[in-house]
Nanobody
Framework: EVHLVESGGGLVQPGGSLRLSCAAS????????MSWVRQAPGKGLEWVSG????????SYKDFVKGRFTISRDNAKNTLYLEMKNLKPEDTAVYYC??????????????????WGQGTQVTVSS
């Protein structure tokens, strides 16, 4: 069966950093682009960043450019999100998901076939 397990979330002060990980199993990891998606309290899903199957190309939503870095280690079937200079508005549950490449312009055209359970990121104090 397919499993995507996020980890690394927690409570951090504004300006702080976190590194999220997503361990994948049960499917051919290298066949898929991967994305990080988040859901803030009371809000819908918001695409944050994506990476192509080989890991050589990345894309970011404007509000995280220069602060977040997506990467993947295909030998370990693992996806990462390095987050720096965190802001209170980054508070959300962060999910990893399989996706398509390149990222579609319309939010409705992403193809999140597989999801993780999410990890909570809280930026406060």
């Amino acid at each position: 069966e397919v499993h995507l397990v996020e980890s690394g979330g927690g409570l951090v002060q504004p300006g702080g950093s976190l590194r999220l990980s997503c361990a994948a199993s049960g499917f051919t990891f290298t066949n898929y682009a991967m994305s990080w998606v988040r859901q803030a309290p009371g809000k819908g899903l918001e695409w944050v960043s994506g990476i192509n199957p080989g890991g050589g190309s990345t894309s970011y939503k404007d509000f995280v450019k220069g602060r977040f870095t997506i990467s993947r280690d295909n030998a370990k079937n693992t996806l990462y999100l390095e987050m720096k200079n965190l802001k209170p508005e980054d508070t959300a549950v962060y999910y990893c998901a399989t996706d398509i490449w390149p990222p579609p312009i319309s939010p409705n055209d992403h193809q999140y076939d597989y999801w993780g359970q999410g990890t909570q990121v809280t930026v406060s104090s």
